[in-house]
């Protein structure tokens, strides 16, 4: 027994190794956050708390139209869409059979705030982190045992599995936004890779019955990544395997006919939910969202600031040099079945509607498949020469640093979630100080909704350094109809050097400084809508809610210069009303 457990932790030390790695990366320079089931993970996650909790799921004999308490919750969720004369879930159901163990604990042992339980309370957030870091350890497992059918040599395997982790947008995905469906889709994605390969190299049907079980998930979890399929010619490893395979598969019909059921009843659980919510078994849950062909943005989905999989996941563009490498090496056969995959797949995922998949760190929906990049990148790394590994490694090292960076920027409002460009990217690039926290995400305002009532010009303000200084203050009697005004607009001429800290402060007080209406600082950077280290002109506008009571109050503007030393030139405050 002893030397069972021996060698069952032996075999999965490296993968333990990384994931404790991981967790700690987590609690000491991301963080770990209150809230995992967030967005499109509301929606995946939903299937548990509606059916278990709520028993608000089986909809299909109550339609829209009767306005049914039933409907109550689900109209706040946002996940659910109107499908004929009922709601349904848009989101497929797969993540939540993988979650469900991880809920049901929590449900079963935790003693919740209270005697309200919702399904959203801490516990089951933290359970939902639990589950995706559980997923991703079973990843990095049949991501080794598949490159170990490569023969791919162990030292390369534990790199490929520590790029895998640190150099990629997984950081993000089983942290910040763990209840997304893609680190449980690259469970199921690699390990169908896995038992595929094996069912090649051995040809043991069994193992093609797996695959299928793996494959009926893949297909629950989101029904596009039934393309992987494609995905079979290469890991049949030659045309000559894959007719050899395909022909032992129909010798066997019974095993044949096995696993295709096991694809067809799996995804069978998907069909009978949708029949409970809507009395249909078969629908499109994406009601008014698809795919537009004929302009596929593949330029923009692998290489565009705002959310190209290149940019944001500098490794995987070195994973296409195993494809080459494949290549010179003469292996035809695995370079055109793999880039052919590659090629249909990022022309279907760059035909959505919405191409850079909304408010989300990187270019998501490849994180399913990382295993198909990091494959041919294993490949190169075991046989090329010692110098061409050398810089390979050496520069996927690099990598890691920039990954982390940018995962720290997604998760502190540094990089904006949806609305990067070129400009905005070189402006933050691997910026982690507080004072570029939100700096891409300040309100645009059209001037044309407010009136000015008053501007004061305070002219050139010298600042001293390391030092908080009330330069103005005056009452608002002084400004006619303070009680409309929502902005105060503090305007300046500087150079905006990047190393300037100095932040800008507005309070609103009574008069006796018994009550403070309202307080903020911006910090100078985010004043310019230009290049920094540029002399120009800068707008923070200070927005509040109208005070609208009769005491008297007494509004304060105020520098905190941090290390600048300086001038500001032409400072201005204006009062702005909305029309």
């Known amino acids: 027994m002893k030397k069972i457990i021996g060698h069952s932790i032996q075999a999965v030390i490296v993968e333990v190794f990384i994931i ?290 290149f940019v944001y996941t500098p490794v995987l563009f070195m994973c296409l040099f195993g494809i080459l490498f494949l290549a010179y090496k003469r292996n035809y056969y695995l370079a055109f079945s793999w880039i052919t995959f590659f090629s249909i797949l990022t022309y279907i995922l760059s035909s959505w509607w919405t191409w850079f998949y909304n408010d989300s760190y990187g270019l998501r929906v490849y994180i399913d498949f990382y295993t198909v990049f990091f494959i041919p990148f294993a490949i190169m790394l075991n046989e090329a020469p010692v110098i061409m590994k050398l810089v390979f490694i050496v520069l996927s090292f690099l990598m890691v640093p920039v990954n982390i960076i940018q995962t720290y920027q997604y998760d502190n409002f540094i990089l904006h979630w949806s609305l990067m460009n070129k400009d905005k990217y070189w402006k933050v690039f691997l910026k982690t100080d507080v004072r570029y926290q939100g700096l891409l995400w300040t309100k645009k305002y059209d001037y044309r909704n407010y009136k000015m009532i008053k501007e004061i010009t305070l002219g050139n303000i010298m600042v001293n350094k390391n030092k908080f200084e009330v330069f103005y203050r005056l009452n608002s009697s002084e400004i006619p109809g303070f009680q409309n005004v929502g902005i105060i607009q503090v305007s300046l001429d500087n150079d905006y050097c990047k190393d300037n800290d100095s932040e800008i402060s507005l309070g609103i007080e009574e008069s006796d400084s018994k009550h403070n209406y309202y307080w903020n600082k911006i910090p100078l950077l985010h004043f310019p809508e230009g290049e920094f280290n540029k002399f120009q002109k800068g707008v923070g506008n200070f927005e509040f809610v109208p005070i609208t009571d009769q005491k008297e109050k007494q509004i304060k503007f105020a520098v905190n210069s941090g290390k600048y030393n300086g001038i500001f030139q032409n400072v201005r405050l204006k009062f702005l009303r909305h029309i």
């Open 20 to 309: 404790f790695c991981l967790i700690f990366l987590i609690n000491n320079y991301f963080k770990n956050v209150d809230t995992t089931i967030k967005s499109d993970g509301v929606g995946y996650y939903d299937y548990l708390p509606s059916i278990f909790i709520h028993h608000d799921f089986a909809r299909k004999d109550i339609p829209l139209q009767n306005n049914s308490g039933i409907y109550n919750r689900i109209n706040t969720i946002g996940v659910y869409i109107n499908y004929k004369a009922f709601k349904v879930n848009k989101y497929p159901c797969g993540t939540a059979v993988l979650e469900l163990p991880f809920f049901l604990t929590t449900l079963t042992t935790t003693n919740l705030e209270g005697n309200f339980t919702d399904g959203y309370q801490r516990p089951f957030q933290i359970a939902i982190f639990h589950a995706a870091i559980f997923y991703l350890f079973l990843s990095l497992f049949f991501l080794k045992r598949t490159l170990e059918l490569f023969n791919i040599k162990k030292y390369i395997i534990v790199l490929t599995q520590l790029f895998f982790v640190f150099a990629t947008s997984v950081t993000n995905y089983a942290n910040f936004d763990a209840g997304f469906s893609h680190i449980y889709s690259l469970f199921a994605i690699t390990a169908f890779i896995y038992f595929t390969k094996l069912y090649f190299t051995r040809k043991n049907i069994n193992h093609f019955v797996i695959a299928c079980l793996f494959l009926g998930l893949i297909l629950i979890l989101r029904q596009i990544n039934f393309i992987i399929l494609l995905f079979v010619p290469f890991l049949a490893g030659s045309l000559e395997n894959l007719k050899d395979g395909i022909s032992k598969l129909f010798g066997n019909r019974i095993k044949l006919f096995l696993g295709i059921s096991l694809v067809f009843g799996i995804f069978f659980i998907q069909c009978f939910l949708w029949y409970l919510q809507t009395g249909h078994f078969l629908i499109y849950s994406y009601q008014g969202e698809g795919f537009n062909f004929r302009d596929p943005q593949i330029i923009n989905i692998l290489f565009g600031y705002r959310k190209g999989l």
